[in-house]
């Protein structure tokens, strides 16, 4: 069963615009991981946050985490065309079989140049 | 280059007709896993393995197997393949940290599947 869901599904803006998509799940987690996809091709790890953060930071990246609200958000500053892709955010469950890991349906991002 | 590798890229096959899509991984990882992508579902987890001879199922494991006899491989079965298993494959892999249990994952390119 997914575990995180995306929100928006879909999103559309122009070069330059910050892009935000959110995570929520639904029981408490070791980490919280965002990944883009191009389309059609394999995913690719972007950042993790620890369920003892509430930020990170990497590049024009930035994730936040709340787990009193059981929710994530990705911010891309300064997008680029080449940000287009499908965003997904995973989870591993605090308490699961380690190795479960549970994949939103993921944001497809358009940034128009 | 560190990488993971996935054959058949692309595969059109026939009901009943038993196929295996091949896994490998040349960064010495411990963890390895199967996901199929389907529209509108996202990535769902087939089957995952700690270390070698260690497999365990993910959410949707019925019509599949797996087997871990080397570490770099991890190849995924179809014993009698169905046309509800068309979809697109991707094998993964990281870095087990043990108590950390990052599991930051390095995806391979993708197999895509058509049972007719």
């Known amino acids: 069963s997914q575990q995180g869901e995306e929100d928006p599904q879909a999103l559309s803006i122009q070069e330059g615009e910050n892009a935000t998509m959110n995570c929520s799940y639904k029981t408490s987690i070791n980490n919280l991981q965002w990944y883009r996809q191009n389309s059609g091709r394999g995913l690719v790890h972007l950042i993790l946050i620890r369920s003892n953060e509430r930020e990170k930071h990497s590049g024009r990246l930035r994730v936040t985490l709340d787990t009193s609200k059981k929710s994530s958000s990705l911010l891309i500053t300064a997008s680029r065309a080449a940000d287009t892709a499908s965003y997904f955010c995973?989870?591993?469950?605090?308490?699961?079989?380690?190795?479960?890991?549970?994949f939103g349906r993921g944001t497809q991002l358009t940034v128009w140049p | 280059e560190a990488q993971v590798t996935q054959n058949p890229r692309y595969l059109i096959t026939v009901t009943g007709k038993k196929l295996t899509v091949t896994c490998s991984q040349n960064m010495n990882h411990e963890y390895m896993s199967w996901y199929r992508q389907d529209p509108g579902l996202g990535l769902r987890q087939i089957y995952y393995?700690?270390?070698?001879?260690?497999?365990d199922k993910g959410d949707v494991p019925e019509g599949y197997k797996v087997s871990r006899k080397e570490k770099r491989n991890f190849p995924l079965i179809l014993e009698s393949p169905s046309p509800n298993q068309t979809s697109l494959y991707f094998c993964?892999?990281?870095?087990?940290?043990?108590?950390?249990?990052?599991?930051?994952?390095?995806f391979g390119p993708g197999t895509r599947l058509t049972v007719t």
């Open positions: 393995s700690m270390n070698v001879e260690v497999t």
């Open positions: 995973v989870t591993i469950r605090r308490g699961s079989t380690l190795g479960r890991l549970y």
């Open positions: 993964a892999s990281s870095l087990e940290r043990g108590g950390d249990s990052s599991y930051e994952q390095y």
